[in-house]
């Protein structure tokens, strides 16, 4: 099973951008679908993007498109996510998670980061 860090986040203003990373441990990163997922308090846990093992294949939550940007280096087995003109609502602890294919419902990913705390103020 693959092990899963996230890091990037923090405390923006609106409209500014933060790139999240997830490095993952082992050689067999390049074989796993990845995607990201955000919990705000309060609130189920929801799908941000995913990306298949090759990069060719990306889907996005469709109030995101647009904004956030995923993507992956196989060879520095790390997936990133770029988040521009972040809003308020986007504050949330992000996580990403490794699977079997790109879907959209937590249960598709098996392996999940510890999550990394982004917030964004008004």
């Known amino acids: 099973q693959v092990q899963l860090v996230e890091s990037g986040g923090g405390l923006v203003q609106a409209g500014g951008s933060l790139r999240l990373s997830c490095a993952a441990s082992g050689r067999t990163f390049s074989s796993y679908y990845m995607g990201w997922f955000r919990q705000a308090p309060g609130k189920e846990r929801e799908f941000v993007a995913a990306?298949?093992?090759?990069?060719?294949?990306?889907n996005y939550a469709g109030s995101l498109e647009g904004r956030f940007t995923i993507s992956r280096d196989n060879a520095k087995r790390t997936v990133y996510l770029q988040m521009n003109s972040l809003r308020p609502e986007d504050t949330a602890v992000y996580y990403c998670?490794?699977?079997?294919?790109?879907?959209?419902?937590?249960?598709?990913?098996?392996?999940w980061g510890q999550g990394t705390q982004v917030t964004v103020s008004s």
């Open positions: 998670a490794a699977g079997a294919r790109v879907g959209t419902r937590a249960a598709d990913y098996g392996s």
């Open positions: 990306i298949d093992r090759s990069g060719s294949i990306i």
